[in-house]
Protein backbone atom coordinates (compact mmCIF):
# COMPACT_ATOMS: atom_id res chain seq x y z
CA UNK A 1 0.00 0.00 0.00
CA UNK A 2 1.66 3.37 -0.56
CA UNK A 3 1.74 5.68 2.01
CA UNK A 4 -0.56 8.62 2.21
CA UNK A 5 0.86 11.81 0.64
CA UNK A 6 2.28 13.84 3.51
CA UNK A 7 4.00 10.95 4.71
CA UNK A 8 5.86 10.52 1.26
CA UNK A 9 6.57 13.84 1.29
CA UNK A 10 8.31 14.00 4.70
CA UNK A 11 10.41 10.75 3.49
CA UNK A 12 11.86 12.84 0.19
CA UNK A 13 11.97 16.14 2.27
CA UNK A 14 14.21 13.84 5.46
CA UNK A 15 16.39 12.26 2.27
CA UNK A 16 16.27 15.32 0.73
CA UNK A 17 18.38 17.40 3.75
CA UNK A 18 20.11 14.21 4.58
CA UNK A 19 21.86 14.50 1.53
CA UNK A 20 22.38 18.11 2.14
CA UNK A 21 23.78 17.22 5.34
CA UNK A 22 26.14 14.76 3.75
CA UNK A 23 27.24 17.46 1.32
CA UNK A 24 27.89 20.06 3.88
CA UNK A 25 29.41 17.48 6.52
CA UNK A 26 31.08 14.36 4.85
CA UNK A 27 34.38 13.64 6.41
CA UNK A 28 34.86 17.40 6.47
CA UNK A 29 33.69 17.45 10.21
CA UNK A 30 36.86 15.29 11.09
CA UNK A 31 38.74 18.10 10.35
CA UNK A 32 37.34 20.80 12.32
CA UNK A 33 38.59 22.19 15.46
CA UNK A 34 36.44 21.78 18.83
CA UNK A 35 39.18 24.01 20.54
CA UNK A 36 38.50 27.65 21.21
CA UNK A 37 42.10 28.57 21.63
CA UNK A 38 44.34 30.17 24.23
CA UNK A 39 43.05 31.69 27.32
CA UNK A 40 42.88 35.37 27.23
CA UNK A 41 45.61 37.24 28.46
CA UNK A 42 45.36 40.62 30.05
CA UNK A 43 42.73 42.75 27.70
CA UNK A 44 43.53 40.71 24.93
CA UNK A 45 43.97 43.76 22.42
CA UNK A 46 47.85 42.95 23.40
CA UNK A 47 49.07 40.43 20.24
CA UNK A 48 49.29 41.14 17.06
CA UNK A 49 47.49 42.97 14.59
CA UNK A 50 44.24 40.50 14.11
CA UNK A 51 41.13 40.89 11.61
CA UNK A 52 38.11 38.45 12.95
CA UNK A 53 34.96 38.12 10.82
CA UNK A 54 31.51 38.11 12.41
CA UNK A 55 28.75 37.05 10.68
CA UNK A 56 24.39 37.82 12.01
CA UNK A 57 21.24 38.17 10.53
CA UNK A 58 20.10 41.50 11.78
CA UNK A 59 19.06 43.31 8.70
CA UNK A 60 16.12 45.39 10.23
CA UNK A 61 15.28 47.78 12.43
CA UNK A 62 17.85 45.66 14.94
CA UNK A 63 20.78 46.41 12.24
CA UNK A 64 21.96 49.93 13.11
CA UNK A 65 22.01 49.23 16.34
CA UNK A 66 24.39 45.96 15.98
CA UNK A 67 26.40 48.18 13.29
CA UNK A 68 26.95 51.09 16.04
CA UNK A 69 28.79 48.38 18.61
CA UNK A 70 30.81 47.15 16.46
CA UNK A 71 31.85 50.34 15.21
CA UNK A 72 32.68 51.23 18.71
CA UNK A 73 34.31 47.87 19.49
CA UNK A 74 37.04 48.58 16.75
CA UNK A 75 37.18 52.11 18.22
CA UNK A 76 38.63 51.17 21.00
CA UNK A 77 40.83 48.38 19.82
CA UNK A 78 43.46 49.33 18.49
CA UNK A 79 44.86 45.43 17.31
CA UNK A 80 41.65 43.96 16.49
CA UNK A 81 39.05 44.51 13.42
CA UNK A 82 35.65 43.08 13.44
CA UNK A 83 34.52 43.08 9.75
CA UNK A 84 31.12 42.48 9.76
CA UNK A 85 28.50 40.28 6.90
CA UNK A 86 24.78 40.66 7.91
CA UNK A 87 22.35 38.16 6.01
CA UNK A 88 18.66 37.25 6.02
CA UNK A 89 17.81 35.06 8.57
CA UNK A 90 16.35 33.24 5.91
CA UNK A 91 19.43 31.69 4.39
CA UNK A 92 21.98 32.46 7.01
CA UNK A 93 21.83 29.08 8.61
CA UNK A 94 22.29 27.54 5.10
CA UNK A 95 25.02 29.67 4.14
CA UNK A 96 27.01 29.12 7.85
CA UNK A 97 26.96 25.77 7.53
CA UNK A 98 27.63 25.13 4.04
CA UNK A 99 30.74 28.21 4.90
CA UNK A 100 32.15 26.12 8.20
CA UNK A 101 32.40 22.93 6.18
CA UNK A 102 34.18 24.40 2.94
CA UNK A 103 36.94 25.75 5.72
CA UNK A 104 35.95 29.12 5.07
CA UNK A 105 33.05 30.00 7.76
CA UNK A 106 33.73 32.91 10.30
CA UNK A 107 35.47 33.30 14.01
CA UNK A 108 32.29 34.53 15.10
CA UNK A 109 28.53 34.48 14.58
CA UNK A 110 24.96 35.78 16.44
CA UNK A 111 22.86 33.02 16.47
CA UNK A 112 19.57 32.38 17.85
CA UNK A 113 19.14 29.65 21.03
CA UNK A 114 16.49 27.66 19.05
CA UNK A 115 19.24 26.51 16.53
CA UNK A 116 22.00 26.26 18.68
CA UNK A 117 21.63 22.21 18.95
CA UNK A 118 20.96 21.72 15.67
CA UNK A 119 24.23 24.11 14.65
CA UNK A 120 26.13 22.08 17.53
CA UNK A 121 24.92 18.49 15.72
CA UNK A 122 26.22 19.41 12.15
CA UNK A 123 29.92 20.45 14.04
CA UNK A 124 29.57 24.12 13.04
CA UNK A 125 29.86 25.91 16.33
CA UNK A 126 32.25 24.74 19.27
CA UNK A 127 31.21 24.08 23.08
CA UNK A 128 31.61 27.36 24.89
CA UNK A 129 31.97 26.46 28.37
CA UNK A 130 35.60 26.78 28.96
CA UNK A 131 35.75 30.27 27.38
CA UNK A 132 33.08 31.68 29.12
CA UNK A 133 35.14 30.73 32.25
CA UNK A 134 38.46 32.51 30.71
CA UNK A 135 36.05 35.61 29.80
CA UNK A 136 35.39 35.55 33.20
CA UNK A 137 31.64 35.11 33.49
CA UNK A 138 29.60 32.79 35.82
CA UNK A 139 26.27 31.29 35.78
CA UNK A 140 25.24 33.54 38.43
CA UNK A 141 25.64 36.57 35.53
CA UNK A 142 22.40 35.59 33.71
CA UNK A 143 19.29 34.16 34.55
CA UNK A 144 19.04 30.29 35.39
CA UNK A 145 16.28 29.38 32.43
CA UNK A 146 18.46 31.08 29.93
CA UNK A 147 21.47 29.25 31.25
CA UNK A 148 19.97 26.00 31.05
CA UNK A 149 18.57 26.65 27.70
CA UNK A 150 21.98 26.82 26.06
CA UNK A 151 23.03 23.45 27.05
CA UNK A 152 22.94 20.76 24.70
CA UNK A 153 24.69 17.38 25.00
CA UNK A 154 26.39 17.78 27.98
CA UNK A 155 28.09 21.51 26.77
CA UNK A 156 27.08 25.07 26.57
CA UNK A 157 27.05 26.43 23.01
CA UNK A 158 26.63 29.72 23.27
CA UNK A 159 27.02 32.83 25.37
CA UNK A 160 23.61 35.06 25.91
CA UNK A 161 23.47 38.14 24.17
CA UNK A 162 19.47 39.17 24.94
CA UNK A 163 16.33 37.38 25.53
CA UNK A 164 13.39 38.55 23.15
CA UNK A 165 10.25 37.38 24.16
CA UNK A 166 6.33 38.39 23.26
CA UNK A 167 4.57 40.73 25.16
CA UNK A 168 0.95 41.90 25.95
CA UNK A 169 0.84 45.79 24.22
CA UNK A 170 -2.10 48.07 25.16
CA UNK A 171 -4.05 51.32 23.57
CA UNK A 172 -3.98 53.60 26.55
CA UNK A 173 -6.38 56.09 25.10
CA UNK A 174 -8.46 52.72 24.76
CA UNK A 175 -8.46 51.41 27.93
CA UNK A 176 -8.61 54.97 30.06
CA UNK A 177 -11.89 54.47 27.85
CA UNK A 178 -13.44 51.60 29.35
CA UNK A 179 -12.42 52.73 32.75
CA UNK A 180 -9.51 50.85 32.71
CA UNK A 181 -6.09 52.02 34.56
CA UNK A 182 -3.66 49.57 33.82
CA UNK A 183 -3.31 46.24 31.65
CA UNK A 184 -4.85 42.66 33.38
CA UNK A 185 -2.50 40.19 34.81
CA UNK A 186 -4.64 37.41 34.97
CA UNK A 187 -6.98 35.61 32.67
CA UNK A 188 -10.20 36.57 34.57
CA UNK A 189 -9.01 40.04 34.86
CA UNK A 190 -8.51 39.77 31.29
CA UNK A 191 -11.62 39.02 30.29
CA UNK A 192 -13.62 41.77 32.09
CA UNK A 193 -10.95 44.07 30.55
CA UNK A 194 -12.30 42.67 27.07
CA UNK A 195 -15.76 42.83 28.44
CA UNK A 196 -15.11 46.68 29.31
CA UNK A 197 -13.75 47.64 26.25
CA UNK A 198 -16.55 45.81 24.45
CA UNK A 199 -18.98 47.86 26.14
CA UNK A 200 -16.80 51.67 25.60
CA UNK A 201 -17.40 50.91 21.77
CA UNK A 202 -14.38 48.71 20.74
CA UNK A 203 -16.23 45.29 18.72
CA UNK A 204 -13.26 43.40 18.81
CA UNK A 205 -10.90 44.38 21.29
CA UNK A 206 -8.44 41.63 21.28
CA UNK A 207 -7.89 39.90 17.45
CA UNK A 208 -6.50 36.15 17.43
CA UNK A 209 -4.21 35.67 14.57
CA UNK A 210 -3.84 31.99 12.98
CA UNK A 211 -0.41 32.43 11.87
CA UNK A 212 2.87 34.27 13.02
CA UNK A 213 2.63 35.14 16.28
CA UNK A 214 -0.38 32.65 17.24
CA UNK A 215 2.05 29.30 17.85
CA UNK A 216 4.31 31.51 20.01
CA UNK A 217 1.05 32.55 22.05
CA UNK A 218 -0.07 29.08 22.39
CA UNK A 219 3.46 28.12 23.75
CA UNK A 220 3.41 30.20 26.53
CA UNK A 221 -0.51 29.17 27.23
CA UNK A 222 0.84 25.83 27.17
CA UNK A 223 3.83 26.78 29.59
CA UNK A 224 1.41 28.59 31.59
CA UNK A 225 -0.97 25.54 31.99
CA UNK A 226 1.88 22.95 33.52
CA UNK A 227 2.45 21.29 29.80
CA UNK A 228 5.48 20.56 27.50
CA UNK A 229 5.21 21.02 23.74
CA UNK A 230 7.97 18.13 23.51
CA UNK A 231 8.96 15.26 25.47
CA UNK A 232 12.44 15.23 27.55
CA UNK A 233 14.03 12.77 25.37
CA UNK A 234 13.24 15.04 22.28
CA UNK A 235 11.54 11.66 20.66
CA UNK A 236 7.85 13.33 20.85
CA UNK A 237 5.47 15.63 20.61
CA UNK A 238 3.35 16.48 23.66
CA UNK A 239 2.07 19.62 22.91
CA UNK A 240 -1.65 17.55 22.52
CA UNK A 241 -1.69 16.92 25.81
CA UNK A 242 -4.65 18.06 27.47
CA UNK A 243 -2.98 21.07 29.09
CA UNK A 244 -2.01 22.03 25.17
CA UNK A 245 -6.29 21.06 24.72
CA UNK A 246 -6.88 23.69 27.04
CA UNK A 247 -4.92 26.53 25.61
CA UNK A 248 -5.71 25.97 22.06
CA UNK A 249 -9.02 26.23 23.32
CA UNK A 250 -8.61 29.20 25.10
CA UNK A 251 -7.40 30.99 22.18
CA UNK A 252 -9.69 29.62 19.78
CA UNK A 253 -12.96 31.00 22.34
CA UNK A 254 -11.34 34.29 21.61
CA UNK A 255 -13.02 34.08 18.33
CA UNK A 256 -16.09 32.26 19.11
CA UNK A 257 -17.31 34.88 21.65
CA UNK A 258 -16.48 37.89 19.42
CA UNK A 259 -13.62 39.11 21.16
CA UNK A 260 -11.48 38.43 17.60
CA UNK A 261 -12.58 39.30 14.26
CA UNK A 262 -12.40 35.61 12.18
CA UNK A 263 -9.83 34.41 9.70
CA UNK A 264 -7.05 37.55 10.83
CA UNK A 265 -4.06 37.10 8.70
CA UNK A 266 -0.32 37.23 9.44
CA UNK A 267 0.17 40.68 11.38
CA UNK A 268 -3.44 41.59 10.74
CA UNK A 269 -3.66 42.28 14.29
CA UNK A 270 -0.52 44.36 14.91
CA UNK A 271 -1.54 46.37 11.92
CA UNK A 272 -5.37 46.89 13.42
CA UNK A 273 -3.13 48.06 16.73
CA UNK A 274 -1.34 50.56 15.06
CA UNK A 275 -4.13 51.89 13.49
CA UNK A 276 -6.27 51.93 16.52
CA UNK A 277 -9.02 48.93 15.51
CA UNK A 278 -7.98 47.02 18.42
CA UNK A 279 -7.16 47.79 21.74
CA UNK A 280 -4.75 44.71 22.76
CA UNK A 281 -2.57 43.00 21.27
CA UNK A 282 0.38 40.15 21.97
CA UNK A 283 3.51 40.60 19.81
CA UNK A 284 7.18 40.33 19.89
CA UNK A 285 8.84 43.20 22.40
CA UNK A 286 10.80 43.58 18.86
CA UNK A 287 8.00 45.87 17.77
CA UNK A 288 9.09 48.31 19.95
CA UNK A 289 10.80 50.69 18.15
CA UNK A 290 8.65 50.31 15.02
CA UNK A 291 5.77 51.71 16.59
CA UNK A 292 7.83 54.56 17.76
CA UNK A 293 8.77 55.46 14.39
CA UNK A 294 5.20 54.40 12.30
CA UNK A 295 2.86 55.01 15.02
CA UNK A 296 4.32 58.27 17.50
CA UNK A 297 0.93 59.45 17.91
CA UNK A 298 -0.16 56.07 19.42
CA UNK A 299 -0.31 56.43 23.27
CA UNK A 300 0.36 52.24 24.47
CA UNK A 301 1.72 50.64 27.39
CA UNK A 302 3.70 47.38 27.72
CA UNK A 303 3.62 44.68 29.87
CA UNK A 304 3.31 40.74 30.81
CA UNK A 305 1.40 39.06 28.55
CA UNK A 306 -1.34 37.68 31.08
CA UNK A 307 -0.99 34.56 32.93
CA UNK A 308 -4.69 32.86 31.73
CA UNK A 309 -3.28 29.58 33.77
CA UNK A 310 -1.72 28.14 36.67
CA UNK A 311 1.46 30.59 36.37
CA UNK A 312 3.63 32.96 34.77
CA UNK A 313 5.04 32.16 31.72
CA UNK A 314 6.00 33.39 27.84
CA UNK A 315 7.95 32.25 24.99
CA UNK A 316 11.10 33.42 24.41
CA UNK A 317 13.78 33.42 22.36
CA UNK A 318 17.65 34.83 22.29
CA UNK A 319 20.58 35.87 20.41
CA UNK A 320 23.53 34.05 21.35
CA UNK A 321 27.52 34.87 20.57
CA UNK A 322 29.20 31.53 19.43
CA UNK A 323 32.26 30.80 18.19
CA UNK A 324 32.26 28.57 14.67
CA UNK A 325 34.42 25.45 14.13
CA UNK A 326 37.77 26.14 11.95
CA UNK A 327 39.86 23.85 9.17
CA UNK A 328 42.88 25.79 10.74
CA UNK A 329 42.46 27.49 13.76
CA UNK A 330 44.52 30.92 14.39
CA UNK A 331 45.32 31.45 18.39
CA UNK A 332 45.52 35.24 18.15
CA UNK A 333 41.68 35.32 16.13
CA UNK A 334 40.26 33.01 18.47
CA UNK A 335 41.74 35.15 21.30
CA UNK A 336 40.53 38.14 19.69
CA UNK A 337 37.00 36.55 19.21
CA UNK A 338 36.65 35.92 22.48
CA UNK A 339 37.95 39.42 23.05
CA UNK A 340 35.25 40.49 21.27
CA UNK A 341 32.20 38.48 22.81
CA UNK A 342 33.36 39.64 26.05
CA UNK A 343 32.87 43.35 25.20
CA UNK A 344 30.02 42.62 23.62
CA UNK A 345 28.02 40.71 26.57
CA UNK A 346 29.21 43.89 28.99
CA UNK A 347 27.94 46.36 26.49
CA UNK A 348 24.38 44.09 25.93
CA UNK A 349 22.68 47.67 27.34
CA UNK A 350 23.77 49.44 24.42
CA UNK A 351 22.41 46.60 22.39
CA UNK A 352 18.82 46.66 24.52
CA UNK A 353 18.12 50.19 22.06
CA UNK A 354 17.28 47.26 19.17
CA UNK A 355 13.65 46.37 21.71
CA UNK A 356 15.78 43.40 23.42
CA UNK A 357 16.45 42.56 27.19
CA UNK A 358 20.12 41.91 27.62
CA UNK A 359 20.76 38.51 29.27
CA UNK A 360 23.73 39.92 31.31
CA UNK A 361 22.74 40.79 35.26
CA UNK A 362 24.51 44.15 35.17
CA UNK A 363 23.16 45.42 31.94
CA UNK A 364 19.74 45.17 32.70
CA UNK A 365 20.20 46.47 35.78
CA UNK A 366 21.95 49.39 34.41
CA UNK A 367 20.31 52.95 34.32
CA UNK A 368 20.08 53.32 30.44
CA UNK A 369 18.07 49.80 30.12
CA UNK A 370 15.38 50.85 33.06
CA UNK A 371 14.89 53.58 31.45
CA UNK A 372 14.05 51.44 28.10
CA UNK A 373 9.97 50.43 27.68
CA UNK A 374 10.94 46.51 27.96
CA UNK A 375 12.34 47.22 31.03
CA UNK A 376 8.55 46.61 32.39
CA UNK A 377 9.00 42.76 31.27
CA UNK A 378 12.66 42.61 33.03
CA UNK A 379 11.31 40.91 36.17
CA UNK A 380 9.38 38.04 34.34
CA UNK A 381 12.69 36.71 32.71
CA UNK A 382 12.80 33.66 35.12
CA UNK A 383 9.57 33.08 33.83
CA UNK A 384 10.59 32.96 30.33
CA UNK A 385 10.66 29.74 28.58
CA UNK A 386 12.95 28.86 25.36
CA UNK A 387 11.85 26.20 23.40
CA UNK A 388 13.92 22.72 24.04
CA UNK A 389 17.43 22.07 22.65
CA UNK A 390 16.72 19.11 19.82
CA UNK A 391 18.10 19.31 16.64
CA UNK A 392 15.74 20.31 14.09
CA UNK A 393 12.91 21.36 16.03
CA UNK A 394 12.35 24.42 14.29
CA UNK A 395 11.70 22.72 11.08
CA UNK A 396 9.39 20.59 13.58
CA UNK A 397 7.49 23.67 14.71
CA UNK A 398 6.79 25.15 11.33
CA UNK A 399 5.72 22.09 9.66
CA UNK A 400 3.53 20.66 12.38
CA UNK A 401 2.46 22.54 15.35
CA UNK A 402 1.86 25.77 13.81
CA UNK A 403 -0.25 24.40 11.18
CA UNK A 404 -2.38 22.60 14.47
CA UNK A 405 -2.73 26.32 15.95
CA UNK A 406 -3.95 27.79 12.53
CA UNK A 407 -6.06 24.93 11.77
CA UNK A 408 -7.63 25.53 15.04
CA UNK A 409 -7.95 29.21 15.24
CA UNK A 410 -9.72 28.91 11.61
CA UNK A 411 -12.62 26.44 12.72
CA UNK A 412 -11.40 23.63 10.41
CA UNK A 413 -10.39 21.34 12.73
CA UNK A 414 -11.09 21.59 16.96
CA UNK A 415 -8.16 21.88 18.89
CA UNK A 416 -7.64 18.25 20.12
CA UNK A 417 -8.17 16.82 16.65
CA UNK A 418 -5.99 19.21 14.87
CA UNK A 419 -3.05 18.85 18.05
CA UNK A 420 -3.06 15.16 17.79
CA UNK A 421 -2.85 15.10 13.74
CA UNK A 422 0.40 17.46 14.02
CA UNK A 423 1.51 15.67 16.79
CA UNK A 424 1.26 12.29 15.17
CA UNK A 425 3.32 14.11 11.89
CA UNK A 426 6.02 15.60 14.76
CA UNK A 427 6.96 12.08 15.96
CA UNK A 428 7.58 10.97 12.32
CA UNK A 429 10.15 13.70 11.99
CA UNK A 430 11.88 13.66 15.55
CA UNK A 431 12.62 10.41 14.85
CA UNK A 432 13.94 11.02 11.80
CA UNK A 433 15.93 13.59 12.61
CA UNK A 434 16.97 11.83 15.84
CA UNK A 435 18.61 8.98 13.22
CA UNK A 436 19.89 12.21 11.10
CA UNK A 437 21.84 13.75 13.56
CA UNK A 438 22.86 11.03 15.26
CA UNK A 439 22.65 12.07 18.63
CA UNK A 440 22.24 11.05 22.22
CA UNK A 441 19.16 13.20 23.56
CA UNK A 442 18.95 11.43 26.42
Known amino acids: MAAPTHRRRLLVRVAVTFVLLLAFGGCASADLSTDTGPPIEGSGDAGPPVTIQYWNGFTGGDGPYMRAMVDEFNKTHQNITVESNTLGWTDFYQRIVAAVHAGQGPDVAAMQLDNLATQAARSVIVPMEGAITEMGFTAEDFPQTLVDATEFNGHVWGVPLDS ?7 NTDQLAKAGVDEQASTGTAFESQLAALQEAGIATPF ?26 DGLKATY ?13 DQVKQG ?31 DLKDTAPGLKWSLAPIPTAFGKPAAWANSHQLVMLSQRSPDANAQQASKT ?24 RNSAEFTSMPQSALAAEVENFHY ?11 AQTLELAVSEAILGR ?30
Open 340 to 363: FIKWMIEHSQEWAGAGMIPAYNPA
Open 413 to 442: QTPQAALDQQAARADDILASNAEKFATNQG
Open 164 to 170: HTIASYA
Open 207 to 232: WMPNQWPAHLMFLSLLWQNGGQPYSA
Open 240 to 252: NSPEGVEALTWMV
Open 387 to 397: IPSIPGIGDVN
Open 259 to 289: VSPTNVAKDSQYLAFKNGENAVTWDGIWQIN
